[in-house]
């Protein structure tokens, strides 16, 4: 590790830099939907109000959690974002009926699998009470969570997923308290069990239908859409229980429509082409004396995460997706003449990630090992040395733009054949160990001389070279946080968060780094950044100095990630912090509650690991040692307790110096 970093990497004078500019390069403004924005004192500050711009700083909640005694990594929770949020998307659906005159009402409903956690459900629920916000749920847990919820008996919940008896049979009794209860027939299947159900508890019942649509969504959650779809009923299938019910003489159970093109819809078209196509069904369905009332288009409602790939990228706002939603159905409705339905929809991503932030100490930076400046090799250096050394030398000593590209590549291609060439020696055995450490000291310096002296030859476009020297230069900052646990989707599908440090914005960042975990995985990495760079292999840091924290800032952690953890390494769910903004608080805000993270012994019991029998079997290992004499009785014990004692830690580093080895 090297505290001593030569900003090599970045040529420019940072005079100039200023806050703005740090909001600038990490995106800030295009991800933080205005709830986060860098303060003239080179902090990020949270914003989270409609109706105030009342500010605090992220640094400030991170110093206050752990003065009451908390560790990091830590998850932030902002719980007015949540509020603010859920106001944001019932207003533009408030605001799309109104402007198109629309005749029915809009009602959302917050799937809850994006984020279970009770206080997270608890707040959005509470925001949304004046608008009639519901719950969705895709799962016999979830279900048993948000039936409690249902106080009003107007408050929707809608069932997804597939369901099995148990299921249908406890909505079917929630529907005798008189709740407002739609399971969505996911399969025709499911269709016959719960006629059956009902039959047999001689109950009324309500439901709606998943359509497969032939319109399929874009991007990575295509295939949750479209006829590939692992759900939906088919038009085919459709006839067939709109026929059975009439037999059934029970036409009027059928309430609802649904489709969902899956998670992060990248294009509005795509979305008014699906609300067309149901509508028509919709309009079908009323003509035939059904009395379809909801119309629900499902989740998917963008999150700007600021990334550049066609894939990823959001090209609407809040308030196009309302409008394109409104402006379909009412189309369809007018030309065929039927009522305008209530509209529901299922946004979950869109209600949650802009609420949470997880804040990471970095533990060290890693740089390539580099030579002293004033390097000379000793009398009887290897030849190799030698040549390295002069060169070192020559470009040390070049000014700006006194070697050309081409020359600089040349000498690039040859100090990559120098490089190998002395691997292949010392394995051999011709180059000692300390001259083949001097070639690798020496190889690294010179390959950032080469890169800063490009930097001023300027070619374009760039060489492969060049690009290879950036990537081969970039710094490893290693990060207190587990990728598997927090930021599972960056792994499993390669989705890009925005990252930022939380501090030092109004100093220029001139180190690039590429941020690794505490897993011994290879993959335990962040490998692709928000950035405005064009390369988002890296992203731009600073130089730690030592003894002074410099923390991170992962946003948009609030929709799947910071509930979907996965315990790679045994690494657990982090500590985390509730956060009010008040004004008549110190710093602005207050903490309403800590939740410390998972401790080791807790990890250890998912997977069978149990204290007292790991404390029986570490008993029976000092004692043996003691009873041959090779430790004295209280040393051994002290082993025991200091063992015991880290069941009681939390899973990642401690940066505090706490029970360390006790002298005997
Ligand atoms: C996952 C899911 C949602 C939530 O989707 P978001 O993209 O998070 O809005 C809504 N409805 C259904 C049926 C889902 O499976």
Request: charged share 25%; hydrophobic share 40%.
């Amino acid at each position: 590790m090297s505290h001593d970093q030569q900003d090599v990497q970045a040529s420019d004078s940072s005079a100039d830099w200023q806050a703005d500019d740090a909001a600038e390069l990490y995106r800030l403004e295009s991800w933080s939907d205005g709830f986060f924005v860098v303060d003239d004192s080179g902090q990020v500050a949270v914003q989270p109000l409609d109706d105030s711009d009342l500010r605090f700083m992220i640094m400030d909640v991170v110093d206050e959690a752990i003065k009451q005694g908390m560790t990091l990594p830590i998850l932030l929770r902002f719980q007015d974002v949540l509020r603010a949020r859920v106001q944001r998307i019932n207003h533009a659906f408030r605001d799309a009926i109104e402007e198109n005159e629309y005749q029915g009402s809009y009602r959302g409903v917050y799937p809850i699998k994006v984020n279970q956690l009770q206080e997270v459900v608890d707040e959005v629920f509470d925001a949304g009470q004046p608008f009639n916000l519901g719950l969705e749920c895709g799962s016999k847990s979830e279900l048993i969570a948000a039936l409690p919820y249902l106080k009003d008996d107007n408050t929707l919940l809608i069932c997804n997923g597939v369901k099995d008896r148990t299921m249908l049979s406890l909505i079917l009794s929630a529907q005798r308290l008189g709740k407002n209860v739609i399971p969505v027939m996911e399969k025709f299947a499911e269709f016959e069990e719960l006629m059956e159900l009902a039959e047999a508890a001689d109950t009324a019942t309500q439901f709606g239908v998943r359509i497969r649509l032939r319109t399929s969504g874009s991007g990575k959650w295509a295939d949750s859409g479209g006829y590939r779809s692992k759900f939906g009923i088919s038009l085919p299938e459709l006839i067939e229980i709109v026929e059975q019910l009439k037999k059934l003489g029970r036409s009027d159970a059928f309430v609802l429509l649904h489709f969902h093109l899956g998670s992060q819809i990248t294009n509005v078209q795509i979305l008014k082409q699906a609300a067309k196509e149901i509508s028509q069904i919709y309009a079908e369905l009323v003509n035939r004396g059904l009395p379809v009332r909801y119309l629900d288009v499902g989740g998917g409602l963008g999150v700007d995460y600021s990334v550049d790939n066609e894939e990823g990228a959001i090209h609407y706002s809040l308030q196009e997706y309302a409008n394109a939603i409104v402006t379909s159905v009412a189309e369809v409705c007018d030309q065929r003449d039927v009522p305008h339905p209530i509209l529901v929809s299922e946004s979950g991503r869109a209600i949650t990630a802009h609420h949470s932030v997880l804040v990471v100490e970095t533990l060290g930076a890693y740089t390539k090992d580099r030579i002293a400046d004033n390097f000379s090799p000793a009398n009887d250096a290897d030849d190799t040395v030698k040549r390295l050394a002069a060169l070192h030398e020559e470009l040390r000593n070049a000014k700006p733009g006194e070697w050309l590209a081409s020359e600089l590549l040349e000498a690039y291609h040859t100090i990559d054949a120098t490089h190998r060439d002395a691997a292949t020696m010392f394995r051999l055995g011709f180059l000692a160990l300390e001259q083949d450490a001097l070639v690798e000291r020496l190889y690294w310096s010179i390959c950032s001389l080469l890169l800063q002296h490009l930097r001023y030859a300027a070619p374009d476009p760039r060489p492969p070279e060049f690009i290879e020297l950036e990537e081969k230069l970039v710094d490893q900052y290693l990060c207190d946080f587990s990728v598997f646990q927090s930021v599972l989707d960056h792994w499993a599908i390669g989705q890009a968060f925005p990252i930022m440090p939380l501090q030092r914005l109004a100093e220029k960042p001139t180190r690039r780094a590429l941020l690794v975990d505490l897993t011994c995985d290879s993959d335990g990495k962040v490998s692709e950044y928000v950035s405005s760079n064009e390369d988002k292999s890296f992203l731009e840091l600073h130089s730690l100095k030592p003894g002074e924290p410099y923390y991170l800032g992962f946003f948009l952690m609030g929709a799947y990630q910071d509930i979907m953890g996965d315990a790679h390494n045994l690494f657990g769910r982090v500590g985390e912090v509730h956060v009010y903004a008040d004004q008549e608080e110190e710093g602005n805000f207050w903490i309403e509650k800590t939740i410390p993270g998972i401790k080791i012994q807790d990890m250890l019991a998912q997977v069978q690991y149990f204290p007292n029998d790991l404390q029986r079997r570490m008993n029976e290992l000092i004692k043996a040692k003691i009873e041959a004499g090779e430790i004295r009785p209280k040393r051994g014990m002290q082993i025991l307790e200091q063992y015991l004692a880290c069941f009681q830690q939390e899973t990642y580093y401690d940066t505090r110096r706490t029970n360390e080895v006790t002298k005997s």
